[in-house]
């Protein structure tokens, strides 16, 4: 066996259970990662020098093969509503076989970091069989400085073997296709898909797991400071603008994706940020546009063109296309990944039906309501059979990566805004004037200057009224912003069909949160809009 790179001589592949091996990579720079992706055909360089490279058929996560296994210690801890099974018997014979799959190949071996807390890190090893895996997990996890690798010591490992088949019956997995976690053990195997994000959301979902134990809250966000340490957080599903948002040139930039909120304050979970490119251009978002021109920059199933360069308007192979890079490609990138306490927490939104308005305050109850529900809404046309507007919760706005019950990451969220005096906002970046088909998307400069008041803590002072639906507060008027879009029931044409889409849409939020009404207190149960209802 071959050995290349810098690496930690106490972990030899073989204590990974890997043997008979052609070679490995250990701890490789992007130049040599780049080098050789290009060489065993798994990428190509772009015109402008970055590595562009095709994942197959799987073009996103595949969210259904994702297992967890259930062992005497997870048995109670797991969400198993939202997380599937796997035997430690079954887990026991993937790996086996996987290991036994790994010789005769070359491996890559990256020793990375998950977590900027000293406090709450994740040092994760990843070995994978292709290098541009390899480089995309080291622009996307946190990279230790190089003479720290003799000592690194892994308490999370993956092993990433694309070309592995996995047989549904034998391992009582669904597909060819399994990504398993050993959350106990600190051990996850992916098999039989060449698309790299699954690397990513494995180490998510391991923070998910460990950190609310030590009261520390792992987020499915954005986040960004200003110069006075007013630190935010901005969760959001896909499509709800929360990259976009948080990009403010005024502001640092923590991360773009996940983060932990410890005793410390905030603190990101990556080096990097994966970034959708879909339609990206130079005019609107200037920063992640200039990434994809950088070497050691990841493009993901972007097409080229005979020249190639990248068409980001192409969305023939899948619209999730991507750029993974390191943040300090970013301009105003923060350098330590730490910020302090939030101040403020934006919960985004893109309502489709037209019902809430741009910009709503919310009580420590009603942010915790609005979090386990999750709420934004898919737009007619994006999906085959969605002729209007379609409701969509995704609990802690991110339920796939969440091993335990939604209302432990809830009540955990719920306690430190309570602590630390936390404003919370409801922000709609969705339509208004209507529902999507009539109304028009909310304006962004409008949003923007929303933002820049609450960020600001200028709007908290704001004269509000309730809204009759949801029953959160919501200004009469923001500076800078036309005041008549504040009221989204003025902006409908007819104020009778208004009404009936917010009854429809409050129908939704309750039947929703019907599965976590005997989870909750009941402050948070009075923050149903079902109560208003029933009042």
């Not at 480089?135 to 720290?148: G, H, K, S, T, V």
């Not at 073997?161 to 990504?179: G, H, M, Q, W």
């Not at 009221?487 to 044409?493: E, I, L, Q």
């Not at 939704?508 to 009042?535: C, I, Q, R, T």
Request: glycine fraction near 8%; proline fraction near 5%; hydrophobic fraction near 40%.
């Amino acid at each position: 066996m071959v050995e290349h790179g810098i690496y930690n001589r106490r972990f030899p592949v073989e204590a990974a259970g890997l043997k008979d091996l052609a070679g490995v990579y250990y701890n490789l720079m992007p130049s040599e990662l780049c080098e050789l992706a290009i060489r065993r055909s798994e990428a190509v360089l772009t015109a402008d020098g970055a590595l562009r490279a095709l994942t197959g058929q799987h073009t996103g996560r595949s969210a259904k093969d994702k297992f967890v296994v259930c062992d005497d210690k997870t048995k109670d801890q797991i969400w198993w509503d939202n997380n599937k099974a796997m035997s430690p018997e079954h887990f026991a014979l993937l790996k086996a076989d996987m290991l036994a799959h790994a010789a005769g190949r070359e491996l890559f071996v990256q020793d990375l970091v998950g977590g900027a807390d000293a406090e709450n890190r994740l040092p994760t090893r990843v070995i994978t069989e292709y290098a541009w895996h390899a480089q995309f997990i080291r622009n996307l996890l946190i990279r230790p400085e190089r003479d720290a690798l003799e000592d690194f010591e892994a308490k999370l490992t993956i092993i990433n073997l694309p070309s592995f088949v996995a047989d549904p019956k034998r391992y009582n997995c669904r597909t060819e296709t399994v990504i398993a976690c050993d959350l106990e053990n600190g051990l996850v195997l992916i098999g039989g898909t060449s698309y790299a994000g699954e690397m990513k959301k494995s180490v998510f979902t391991a923070l998910n797991y460990l950190l609310p134990a030590r009261g520390v809250m792992p987020m499915h966000c954005s986040a960004n400071v200003g110069d006075a340490g007013d630190a935010a957080v901005f969760f959001g599903l896909s499509g709800t603008g929360k990259t976009t948002l948080s990009a403010d040139p005024s502001r640092t930039l923590i991360g773009d994706d996940e983060h932990g909120w410890g005793e410390s304050g905030l603190f990101n979970f990556e080096g990097g940020c994966y970034a959708k490119t879909i339609r990206l251009s130079a005019e609107a978002e200037p920063e992640i546009y200039a990434t994809t021109k950088r070497f050691g920059t990841v493009l993901e199933n972007v097409v080229l063109d005979a020249n190639r360069k990248p068409d980001f308007d192409d969305g023939s192979l899948t619209e999730n296309t991507r750029c993974a890079y390191p943040l300090d490609y970013i301009p105003n990138a923060s350098r330590t990944g730490l910020a302090p306490h939030p101040k403020t927490i934006i919960m985004l939104t893109a309502d489709a039906f037209g019902v809430l308005p741009p910009i709503a305050k919310l009580t420590p109850d009603q942010a915790m309501y609005h979090f386990l529900s999750g709420y934004t809404a898919k737009v007619a046309g994006t999906e085959k059979g969605v002729t209007e507007p379609e409701a969509t919760f995704s609990t802690c706005f991110g339920a796939p990566f969440m091993p335990r019950h939604p209302t432990e990451y809830g009540n955990l969220l719920k306690s430190l805004i309570a602590r630390h005096g936390v404003q919370c906002w409801l922000v709609n970046t969705g339509w208004t004037g209507g529902a999507y088909g009539a109304g028009s998307r909310m304006p962004i400069r409008q949003t923007r200057a929303m933002l820049a008041e609450a960020l600001a803590g200028r709007l908290a002072g704001a004269e509000f009224r309730v809204d009759p639906n949801f029953g959160f507060e919501v200004p009469v008027a923001v500076p800078g912003v036309d005041a008549a879009i504040l009221n989204p029931r003025g902006t409908w044409a007819d104020a009778t069909a208004y009404d009936a889409q917010a009854a429809k849409l409050v129908d939704m939020f309750v039947a929703n949160f019907a599965k976590f009404e005997d989870h909750v207190d009941a402050g948070v149960k009075a923050a149903s809009p079902g109560m208003l209802a029933a009042a």
